[in-house]
């Protein structure tokens, strides 16, 4: 399958025109030919709110990488969903989840508008590690990419969907062509002179990742890296979701924040903190946004009365 990227400050994809029957939904009639939709952008992701059976909003990160949509087992019980089981699958962290599939009647977002739409049913309770404090109720990626052609504006954080049939795009951008052997669109390019195939992922958190030791060699990159642990994955994992907060807290207040509380041990004890975070400026419209954060912390018998 072949079809173009354009960039040029934006990013414009479309996974081609009709949806396949294998996308497992049908097109609402009354869908716009081109429309808007602001966006969070959360860790360089991008998330945009849905409606599902008519309940709502909830937040889908927008994945260029995903085969489907995909909603948390939270989601699925707040709707009362009938879940069949689908066995284990990777989540959106580290550990591998049970995974269960369900039956949406009717998805939309924005103005477009998907029905009779199956479903991926998984615990996200891991998601605050990978994405923050961002509220995280599932995924979604090929059925709106074969839709719709979705131009990504990362600067003012809007999307515009068009139709294919409605798209013509006039701009200083540059046409490139992709194939999807798989999910992920990948294209031809070079990185200091090496030519290579690289995936376009708006699911993935960094600006680039080289994979395969020869490539690494090519660019005469050392065949290990060097090992680098975030701070929130070297913190005991019930104070993870503070850290978070903190960062996330600071960077959108461009301040100093400070948090202090209790929080619920495994070991049924009762941890009290304190921690404060400093926002770090990197440059003006960078994606990259990085906070110091410092705890102090002491744990008790029980919970201490307010």
């Known amino acids: 399958m072949r079809t173009f990227l354009s960039l040029a400050g934006l990013l414009v994809f479309c996974a081609c025109a009709a949806a396949s029957a294998g996308s497992g939904s049908s097109p609402a009639a009354e869908a716009k030919t081109s429309f808007t939709l602001p966006f969070d952008l959360v860790d360089n992701r991008v998330f945009v709110e849905a409606r599902l059976n008519g309940s709502g909003p909830f937040h889908l990160l927008l994945d260029t990488g995903a085969g489907g949509l995909t909603i948390s087992t939270d989601v699925a019980q707040q709707l009362g969903l009938h879940v069949a ?3 284990d699958d990777q989540g959106v962290g580290e550990k591998t989840v049970h995974a269960g599939q369900a039956q949406i009647a009717r998805l939309q977002i924005g103005d477009l508008a998907f029905q009779d739409m199956e479903t991926s049913v998984m615990d996200l309770s891991d998601a605050p590690q990978v994405f923050g404090t961002k509220h995280f109720d599932g995924i979604i990626g090929s059925p709106v990419f074969e839709r719709m052609v979705v131009k990504h504006d990362y600067v003012n954080r809007v ?8 798209f013509d ?3 200083a951008g540059v046409i490139v062509h992709f194939d999807r052997p798989r999910q992920i669109p990948v294209v031809a390019g070079a990185l200091d002179g090496v030519a290579g195939n690289f995936g376009v992922d708006t699911g993935a958190r960094s600006s680039l990742l080289l994979y395969g030791s020869s490539f690494a ?23 993870s979701r503070v850290f978070m907060q903190g960062c996330g807290d600071a960077h959108l207040n461009r301040q100093a924040i400070r948090l202090e509380g209790e929080v619920a041990r495994e070991d049924g004890k009762t941890e009290l903190y304190r921690a404060a975070f400093i926002p770090v400026g990197v440059k003006e419209n960078s994606l990259t946004h990085l906070a110091f954060g410092a705890f102090n912390s002491c744990v008790v018998e029980t919970a201490i009365a307010a």
């Open 85 to 87: 089981d689908a066995g």
């Open 159 to 166: 999307l515009t969907f068009t139709t294919p049939d409605k």
């Open 169 to 171: 795009y006039s701009g």
């Open 217 to 239: 060699k090519l660019l005469e990159l050392p065949p290990k890296g060097t090992p680098h642990v975030p701070m929130v994955r070297q913190l005991p994992r019930h104070l």
